[in-house]
């Protein structure tokens, strides 16, 4: 007779009280499973979302992410295609990057000269090549639709613009932006080149003039000696961003075009080379032979993880597990309860078979021992039938229901999902903490019963 | 295994009151006897067994066996000193309700570090010596009265105690059922030489005694051996026979 044995049948001797004990902590499991698993989607689903954006890591020059943004041209990396082909050949990074490309990020004023409207724009020159690329990873299998941009096809000269720049700059109808209110028609005259001052009628003359019928609109923005510089960008659409004082100023172009506003010309320099991997859990190792690499570059470079780059994803990612500990502590709290309520009714059940088994010879460790592997073992029952119920939950009920939300990031909706096997260490932490709590809960009442003066457990009615 | 007690006190609390169970009892029992204690309720029979059996330590005086002060000793000791010597069978038989009476024979042997299977071995022996082949894997709620404290004889008796302690053994059986439990009992304390130490109230029971103690309001008022019950029954053993 072993004492798990003999903990089982005590288990099934109050079948109903066994039964609603484990019912309980199966309850407990299961929803804390259930928003563990709807976490790790959501977090996927944002990681995913920043990695798109992002990459996995940005290699920036030193400086760039305390400055950059007043001075691009001067926090540039310089030698960026060397780079790239440097990373490229990299044996030890070969296989674990799907893509090195480059981007070059600035901000100024975008103006629509046919109606004289203009107002601030935050820009991102990218390899248009690259982008379908970047836009369509799911290293995570989360299964999100690719985003799709009109940039991936752009020219040298083309690009795209946020659906509420548009409607700042009165483009709602030629661009035909949905839900987007239209500018009233009296408005001032725009001012003729003859009016403007010597150097910006230059400047206006040097761009290229906008075909008839293609949409327009000119960027100002100083270039790296700190001078202003205008490009003509011919806009090919209007794609709504995610977050609205975004969607007010984005601009997306071609490098070369970028390159041209800041420097002059294409190929002079960008923010940051962007590696994207293949997976995820390469960052580290990735991450560790970039820094290796740029080591001895003649310019000082940083090597930024998305973490580092994106800092609100790990402060999301962070408040999801501050939530997750909250419930937690809840469960943890309904164990401990039922599980000191049901074996301290048994030990006081078993007063005389307590007795007993001291009067014949076992130590208050043995019969501790046979109280503590008894709540254990309802905590382990617990446990396994929490776990399959939230599988069965996730599997058939929720990731079934067709249900879509539109998280932070995002424009469109991504389906709902439970992911319990994105981690795969979560199932038996459940069930390991779950089983060991539940004995440590028993400790008190198997206690209780060991230190029972045996005269009077004897007597015990 | 030789037993001695000398001025043996206890006491116990009920509520904010102390009841002196035993003032000053000494008694020697012979390695081997088949001993009665006797007396009415109240008197301290279960007292002085419990403190025969290491379950409870006195106040003061002192209880050897086999020459050990099993008193003084700590109560991992005293707990480990059972497990090896003394054998009990309870009242109201106290088996484990959800082991079958082969397990409950058996599992006091695992104290002793024995292997299963001859944790197993010894207990259908001893299941047998009570005369309850085929009922080795009956629970306790399927076997009788009779049947159930053959059980509790039989893990008594399993490791071969040096003495064996029953409080009103035949106290919830029929009386024929009890004498065949007495008869037992007296045959397997003949074939094996251990110290049988019980209470009771069955004059079949106390006939068959090789020593019959009498106690009364906690102190012992006479110790009469067999060979003198017939010979010269004393004043007191007269009226406690009258007032059985």
Known sequence: ?461 | MSVALADVVKSYRLGSTSVVALRGVSLTVAAGAFVVVRGPSGSGKSTLLNLLGCIDAPDAGCVRLNGIDVSSLPDAQRTAFRAAHIGFVFQNFNLVPVLTALENVAYPLQLLTMDAAECRRRARAALDEVGLSGLHDRLPGALSGGQRQRVAVARALVKRPALILADEPTANLDSETGAQLIALMRGIQRATGCTFIFSSHDPKLIADADQQVLLRDGTIIDVVRRRDLFRHPSPAMRLSNELA
Not at chain 1, 120 to 149: C, K, R
Not at chain 1, 214 to 226: K, M, Q, R, V
Not at chain 1, 311 to 338: E, H, K, R, W
Not at chain 1, 404 to 412: A, D, I, N, Q, V
Request: one cysteine or more; a neutral charge; proline letters at 4%.
């Open chain 1, 1 to 461: 007779m072993n004492s798990l044995d003999l903990a089982w049948r005590n288990v099934q001797r109050n079948r109903q009280r066994s039964i609603m004990t484990t019912a309980a902590l199966a309850v407990g499991c299961t929803a804390a499973l259930m928003f563990a698993g709807y976490a790790n989607d959501t977090v996927q689903g944002l990681q995913t979302t920043t990695i798109r954006s992002d990459g996995h890591v940005q290699i920036v020059a030193d400086g760039y992410l305390s400055f950059g943004q007043g001075a691009p041209g001067r926090f540039a990396v310089r030698d960026y295609q060397g780079l790239m082909a440097q990373i490229r050949r990299d044996p030890v990074l070969a296989p674990l990057i799907k893509l090195v490309t480059a981007r070059l990020d600035i901000e100024g004023s975008a103006g629509n000269a046919r109606l004289d409207t203009s107002t601030n724009f935050t820009g991102e020159g990218v390899i248009t090549a690259d982008q379908a690329t970047m836009l369509a990873w799911d290293g995570l299998n989360t299964h999100i639709p690719p985003h799709a941009s009109y940039l991936t096809e752009a020219g040298a000269d083309d690009g795209v613009i946020g659906a509420g720049l548009a409607q700042l700059l009165g483009m709602c109808a030629e661009l035909h932006v949905k839900h987007c209110e239209r500018m009233p028609d009296a408005a001032a005259p725009g001012v003729s080149p003859a009016g403007l001052p010597a150097d910006l009628a230059r400047l206006s003359g040097a761009a290229p003039v906008a075909q008839a019928g293609t949409p327009s609109i000119d960027l100002l923005a100083a270039t790296a000696n700190g001078v202003p510089n205008v490009v003509r960008l011919n806009v090919l659409a209007a794609e709504r961003q995610a977050i609205r004082a975004i969607d007010a100023m984005y601009v997306g172009m071609p490098l070369g075009l970028a390159q041209r506003l800041v420097f002059g010309h294409p190929g002079a320099g960008v923010s940051a080379v962007v590696v994207l991997l293949n997976h995820t859990s390469d960052l580290a190792t990735a991450q560790q032979r970039l820094e290796f690499l740029v080591r001895h570059a003649a310019q000082k470079l940083d090597v930024l993880s998305f973490h580092e780059v994106s800092p609100v994803y790990d402060q999301i990612v962070s408040n999801y597990a501050t939530i997750f500990g909250f419930v937690a502590v809840l469960i943890s709290l309904i164990t401990v309860f039922s599980v000191v309520n049901t074996i301290g009714m048994a030990v006081g059940e078993r007063t005389v078979e307590v007795g007993t088994l001291r009067a014949l010879g076992f130590q208050r460790g043995d019969i501790r021992r046979v109280f503590v592997i008894e709540g254990a073992l309802v905590g382990l029952i617990g446990s396994l039938v929490g776990v399959a119920a939230a599988f069965v939950l996730a599997d058939f009920v929720v990731n079934m229901a067709g249900l879509s939300w539109t998280p932070p990031g995002r424009s469109s909706a991504i389906p709902i999902r439970v992911d319990l096997l994105a981690d795969m260490s979560l199932l038996p932490k459940f069930v390991l903490g779950l089983t060991v709590l539940a004995g440590l809960s028993s400790l008190s009442p198997a206690h209780r019963a060991s230190r029972l003066d045996i005269t009077e457990a004897l007597r015990h009615a």
